[in-house]
């Protein structure tokens, strides 16, 4: 099955840098690549995706880039506000969306040092 | 549009009992997944359910088991608590049909087994 690793698991920036997160799979029928964000107390929340047709996409101050030869991908995100204090997670997928085969990594806890 | 509800949203049991989460899905919705969530393994799935049907099922033991009514509310059982079942569940749920679409995710019931 679908293996996902994700790095750094804790990443502390200041205010204002930029933050950016990695992740790599194993199944090369991936094609459906989305990253959650949980904030305390919540259940996850999906922040952007992308699709293996695609190798980047932006909003706003998020950004997400796909290496399909390299399988990996990852989440950039710019002049970072406390706001974005949470966990990221990135999944990847072979059915296109949804629940089914969409595997996650363990997780990544940002923190937004002022 | 009232989002994903999840009950209880606290609990805690002792080692041998069986606990029943409850997840009513957004309106309209009829793919509900179940996700365990613990510190450092990330976001595990356990089963979808669509049209009353399980689809699929993650790596977890046979005391692990759900199911869904005809109205999309969902339920899942632990039976036989052990501690390591100590986790938040999550259940999300998907508006097309069950390989299409964003999870939208509920807050969640943490469980813990003492």
């Known amino acids: 099955g679908e293996n996902v690793e994700q790095h750094p698991s804790t990443l502390s920036v200041q205010e204002g840098d930029s933050a950016v997160i990695k992740c790599t799979y194993s199944?090369?029928?991936?094609?459906?690549f989305p990253w959650y964000k949980q904030e305390l107390g919540k259940g996850p929340q999906l922040i952007i995706d992308?699709?293996?047709?695609?190798g980047e996409k932006k909003d706003q101050r998020i950004a997400v880039t796909l290496n399909k030869t390299a399988k990996h991908f990852s989440l950039h995100i710019t002049e970072t506000q406390p706001e974005d204090s949470a966990v990221y997670f990135c999944?990847?997928?072979?059915?296109?969306?949804?629940?089914?085969?969409?595997?996650f990594g363990k997780g990544t806890h940002l923190i937004i040092q002022p | 549009k009232a989002g994903v509800t999840q009950t209880p949203r606290y609990l805690i049991k002792t080692r041998g009992q069986q606990v029943t989460l409850s997840c009513s899905p957004i309106?309209?919705?009829?793919?509900v997944s179940w996700y365990q969530q613990t510190p450092g393994q990330g976001l595990q799935f356990l089963f979808e359910?669509?049209?009353?049907?399980?689809?699929n099922k993650g790596n977890f033991p046979g005391r692990f088991s759900g199911r869904q009514f005809s109205n999309s509310r969902s339920e899942m059982n632990v039976s036989t608590l052990e501690l390591g079942d100590s986790a938040l569940y999550l259940c999300?749920?998907?508006?097309?049909?069950?390989?299409?679409?964003?999870?939208?995710f509920g807050e969640g019931s943490r469980l813990t087994v003492l």
């Open positions: 999300a749920s998907t508006a097309g049909g069950p390989n299409t679409g964003e999870l939208f």
């Open positions: 199944d090369s029928a991936s094609n459906y």
């Open positions: 992308i699709r293996s047709n695609v």
């Open positions: 999944a990847a997928s072979s059915s296109g969306g949804g629940a089914d085969g969409l595997t």
């Open positions: 309106s309209g919705h009829r793919s």
């Open positions: 359910y669509f049209s009353e049907t399980q689809r």
